[in-house]
């Protein structure tokens, strides 16, 4: 049995930082492509960022390039989300999801087969 676990969210004004991480059981990030989701209350669960398998290709959505970076730590078994620079409308629920199989990046949360319970991420202006 697969289990994803977020941790590392909070309240943090807006311009400071925080740092997301994911572990899982039951499943090796190396072996295929993970994303960040976030949903914000009244809204879709949107893309953050993801990564695929090997850690090459990279994607992030328009509104987080240049402050958040995504990676992987092979060694840990686990994902991490950095982000920097936040701003309020940064605040969601914040959920790491990996997919079962399929090594490439996608977008759709569809495409993910297992998830986290989320971590909320509160930024104050």
């Known amino acids: 049995q697969v289990q994803v676990v977020e941790s590392g969210g909070g309240l943090v004004q807006a311009g400071g930082s925080l740092r997301l991480s994911c572990a899982a059981s039951g499943h090796t990030f190396s072996s295929s492509a993970m994303g960040w989701f976030r949903q914000a209350p009244g809204k879709e669960r949107e893309i953050v960022a993801a990564?695929?398998?090997?850690?090459?290709?990279?994607y992030y959505t328009d509104s987080v390039k240049g402050r958040f970076t995504i990676a992987t730590d092979n060694a840990k078994n686990t994902a991490l989300l950095q982000m920097n620079s936040l701003k309020p409308e940064d605040t969601a629920v914040y959920y790491c999801a990996a997919r079962r199989q399929g090594m490439s990046i996608r977008t759709s949360p569809s495409s993910y087969d297992y998830w986290g319970q989320g971590t909320q991420v509160t930024v104050s202006s």
């Open positions: 990564i695929s398998w090997n850690g090459v290709s990279t």
